[in-house]
């Protein structure tokens, strides 16, 4: 019977360590600095990088990294008792056609759970709400607009309890569509 393979590292092609990659591309990040300034402080600790192996790094990694830490966040908040959620929806334009993108927002403000759909009706809302609960377990509220897609989604999934409804109670659902719409 053939051992199982393990993924491939990202890391096998550079020949610097993983610490350091991660290093870098975390000073980066994490604090206000230029790709210069971080090839200045690294050069201090005696590490000497060009400042375009940090971009290239940075362009390389860090969505790498981003998704880790996204993946650990989500697995902490899903042990949180009073884990809240927003449910909204907005229309974009695909190729020049109308879909919806539903989203699953946290308490924070945090997205964690995309879905796009050409409908806007039950079967959609009750698509996205399977996946959302399967994949992140279930919150102690659910906080949705005035859609009756929702209603019905919940009323089949037997969350009625759970769902919150208010004018503006969906503030941190809406708000994180700006910068998608900018």
């Not at 610097?16 to 290093?23: D, K, M």
């Not at 060009?50 to 993946?71: I, K, Q, S, Y």
Request: net charge positive.
């Amino acid at each position: 019977m053939p051992r199982p393979k393990k993924p491939a590292s990202p890391f096998r092609y550079f020949n610097s360590s993983p610490e350091i990659i991660r290093l870098v591309v975390m000073m980066y990040v994490r604090f206000p600095l230029s790709l210069r300034n971080v090839e200045d402080m690294l050069s201090e600790r005696g590490i000497d990088i060009c400042h375009e192996t940090v971009r290239h790094w940075w362009n390389r990694f860090g969505p790498l990294f981003a998704a880790d830490v996204r993946r650990q966040r989500v697995s902490r908040m899903r042990g949180f008792r009073q884990w809240k959620w927003h449910l909204d929806e907005v229309y974009v334009k695909v190729n020049g056609e109308l879909h919806y993108l539903w989203r699953a927002v946290d308490q924070e403000g945090e997205i964690f759970e995309s879905y796009v759909t050409k409908t806007r009706d039950k079967k959609a809302a009750l698509r996205f709400m399977k996946k959302a609960l399967k994949r992140h377990g279930s919150p102690k509220e659910i906080t949705t607009d005035g859609l009756t897609s929702y209603k019905a989604a919940m009323r089949k999934l037997g969350n009625t309890d759970k769902q919150e409804v208010g004018r503006w109670a969906n503030n941190r659902a809406e708000n994180s569509h700006l910068p998608f719409r900018r």
